[in-house]
């Protein structure tokens, strides 16, 4: 039975401190935002008129025809991914479906490195050819089909878990039923599987369109041109290297229309919610022919997604790794990585809580939607277009950029992560305060007993997750540093690139390689490490 607004309050705990909390932290980000775009438009309605060499029209032709195409293979590609996962029991399964959920949060940067790695001219493919034919293997590498390929890795791997948790959740009444029919594995896709994938895809293909959409560091480096640029890297271009800021803005404000839209029709669909635990659904077997074809998909899977990481890795960690480690830039670069991502991940964890405790203290729709929703600025003005009016506020208001990087880097890269956090973080409090919100009623704990008591030692993991994904996603994030990086203020992606504009491979190798060592750790440690600080304290 569901319960109305005014019942559900009479559940929920009176928690009027929470609410304002809630909705303070959403209307600061929302005065962010506003501040942001108003710098874009006044710079936008104050810069002299000159000749602009931005082609507004082409830019978003190709980055539309890049995300569509980039949504329907990674679609076809995940869903061929969980079928094969779903049906398929193995040692070391577990592992494969977790190397499949950390591509949420595997840098694009060290994926396009790690497809040059394989596939490029210096790379294992070509060198192979050239030791056995005596010819190189000319793979088209830079332009449109190294962009997908490098976001169909990170995408399709994204989809293949999300879809695997909807056939995992299919009833085992419903899978007997099907066995007891004796369903072939074509008929029991269309009248099993289908019904409970396809109210997940429009919401996911969403997703991965503004992923796509919105791509700086892959574009950046496996662009190869100006043909193949897309909005977020000619962003980049204009304020960077050619400072025509009103081409710049004029970008900016297509972008943020067009995400808005996608956003706005995107919120019709069934919302999307990640796992990343284990998988462990009933067993159906197939027959032999299915058999085959799910082990030749699952391995081209696993070879797609983990081959350029393990070049990375062995190109990576070698002599040219203590050279690199040798340098002071390096380390200052790493501590700064570091510090970032620890802040970023702290203030996102702080920010999602904030909002999500305020959100399930309401059972008013309006109220709820106001407070949530300024938490998903990120996606319809993403991290370019945000550094570009932060760049433009400190310009405005006469500051030197690099005063301020460190405040507008962290900012931006809490914003960047904070729809993933809430979305993490929403659901759990919500039934928390929905389920025992009577219990706690009775026995009129505070709102600080509520969360030391019963909070957070049933959130432990999802905080985890949480501060992980916020970790990695400020590790590797290029688009905010690439306008307010100096000499001085470096983190590793920055690094990377630099690197890899100055024609030093082996020198990215190294950092690609540690960049993706301190990924993979973060995101298996801490969700298990918040697990067991949480089961200590409860």
């Not at 596939?119 to 034919?133: C, D, K, P």
């Not at 203030?347 to 938490?375: C, D, E, N, Q, Y």
């Not at 929905?434 to 957070?456: A, Y």
């Amino acid at each position: 039975m569901l319960l109305s607004p005014r019942s559900s309050n009479l559940v929920l705990p009176h928690r009027p401190l929470r609410l304002i909390a809630g909705a303070g932290i959403a209307a600061a980000i929302a005065a962010l935002v506003a501040l942001v775009l108003l710098a874009i438009l006044a710079t936008a309605a104050g810069e002299p008129p000159r000749q602009s060499r931005v082609d507004v029209w082409h830019l978003v032709v190709m980055t539309t025809i890049q995300a569509g195409l980039t949504t329907v293979l990674s679609l076809l590609v995940g869903t061929a991914l969980a079928w094969a996962l779903n049906r398929l029991r193995f040692p070391g399964r577990d592992l494969i479906v977790g190397l499949f959920a950390s591509a949420i949060v595997t840098p694009g940067l060290i994926v396009a490195f790690g497809l040059l790695a394989v596939w490029g001219r210096a790379g294992w493919v070509n060198q192979a050819s050239l030791a056995i034919t005596g010819h190189p293997l000319e793979v088209p590498l830079f332009g449109l089909g190294g962009i997908l390929a490098a976001h169909v890795i990170l995408d399709a791997s994204f989809a293949a878990r999300i879809l695997l948790a909807r056939l995992d959740a299919i009833p085992e009444k419903r899978l007997k039923t099907g066995q007891s029919l004796g369903l072939g594995a074509w008929p029991r896709f269309r009248v099993i599987d289908w019904p409970m994938l396809r109210t997940t895809l429009p919401g996911l293909a969403a997703i991965i369109f503004l992923l796509a959409f919105t791509s700086f560091p892959i574009v950046l480096l496996l662009g190869g041109g100006p043909a193949n640029q897309t909005l977020e890297v000619a962003i980049y271009a204009a304020v960077r290297l050619d400072f025509d800021l009103r081409g710049a803005v004029t970008l900016a404000l297509v972008q943020i229309g067009i995400c808005s839209a996608i956003i706005i029709a995107a919120s019709a669909f069934a919302p999307i919610s990640a796992s990343t635990g284990g998988s462990t659904p009933p067993r159906w077997r197939d027959g032999t022919g299915a058999r085959l074809a799910q082990w030749t998909v699952l391995v081209f899977g696993i070879v797609g997604f983990a081959l350029p990481l393990l070049a990375i890795l062995i190109d990576g960690i070698g002599p040219g790794i203590i050279e690199v480690a040798s340098r002071a830039s390096f380390w200052k670069a790493v501590g700064t990585s570091l510090l970032l991502g620890s802040g970023s991940a702290i203030l996102t964890l702080l920010l999602a809580l904030g909002i999500g405790m305020g959100r399930a203290a309401s059972r008013i729709p309006l109220l709820r939607v106001g407070i949530g929703a300024p938490a998903y600025a990120y996606l319809a003005v993403p991290a370019v277009v945000l550094s570009l009016g932060a760049f433009l506020l400190v310009r405005n208001a006469g500051m030197l950029p690099e005063a301020a990087a460190p405040v507008v880097v962290l900012l931006a890269n809490a914003l960047l992560s904070l729809p993933f956090a809430l979305a993490t973080l929403a659901p759990p409090l919500d039934a928390i305060a929905e389920r025992r919100g009577r219990l706690i009623r009775s026995l009129g704990l505070s709102g600080w007993r509520q969360f030391v008591t019963v909070e957070w030692p049933l959130l432990g993991r999802e905080a985890g997750v949480v501060v992980a994904l916020a970790f990695c996603f400020s590790l590797g994030d290029l688009g905010v540093i690439a306008l307010f990086g100096t000499e001085d203020f470096a983190t590793l992606p920055l690094l990377m690139y630099r690197a890899l504009g100055a024609y030093r491979s082996n020198d990215a190798a190294a950092i690609a390689a540690l960049m993706l060592v301190i990924t993979i750790a973060a995101f298996v440690l801490l969700p298990k490490l918040f697990g067991k600080l949480t089961d200590a304290s409860s």
